[in-house]
């Protein structure tokens, strides 16, 4: 979702649009059960935190190459958010044995737009740690009374990203005590970890792993990815970012297991979600925030 050059893809693929509802493929007068509309809400929740920790992973990678401009420097994106007047930045750097740390912190003013429209307030602290001993650079972000379209964001995010190989990148995502409070006060607990595959050739990524947290109802969960999540950049184009091919698993507590299946490849936003034997096509519709 967004940019293109270098490893920015990887998370760029990943970044889902917020959603706020979904339309379903059905026949008319088909009653859905509450059990069918509960694992929807779950979906949905996913969807709305997949959306916003890959947009805060694309910022983060911008904080990370941010320089001051007392090193000569700042971004090569004069599109970038942190261009703007109603950013404050800092850096601090550490350099020790062959390991270089930079701290880039970010306030945003109240109401601060970025290009895309998105409006964030609050703080986010990025730490850029380059090991050139264990041939990876670690990207991690914390947050302080951050919020992203009016939804606060708390937790820990880090990537770990080993050397490329035959233009091949692997990345290890974490995102610790993660939580998203919705605009009427409900909240969304996530906790996770990823590995993400990157070709640069093609563009596409794969994502395997797991998730679990507490949803917008309190409903306990834990989403598993059973097939690999295939992003393909060449979708972009069509305005598609989610996962286009694969499948996940989302088991609650004393609940029916659900199973969203993203399709075989082809650029739309359609997904179908079983559960208790049904099975329903969903369109993701996007939404924006007023």
Known sequence: MK????????????????????????????????SADEAEAIALDEAVADDLFADIDLLSDEAAEYESESQGGRLENTESILMSDCVGRGVERLRADGVLTKTVTLDFQEGCEGPKGREREGTMIVTHVTDTNAATYTVST?????????????????????RAEAGVQ????TLTEGKVTLEDGQVIERSGSFNKTWNRSSGETTVVGSANGVNRNGVRYTSTITEPLLYKRSCRADGIFMAVEGERSITREGKSVVTVNYGEGACDKTVDITVDGETRSIEMTITKKD
């Not at 947050?143 to 708390?154: A, H, I, M, N, P």
Request: hydrophobic share 35%.
């Open 3 to 34: 940019l293109t050059n270098n490893w920015k893809i990887v998370s760029a693929g990943l970044s889902l649009a917020i959603l706020v509802s979904f339309s379903a493929c059905q026949e008319d007068g088909e009653e859905v059960s509450s």
């Open 142 to 162: 914390t947050f302080q009374d951050f919020s992203l379209d009016g939804r606060k964001v708390e937790g820990t995010r880090t990537r770990v990203y080993s």
């Open 170 to 173: 692997q990345v290890q995502i």
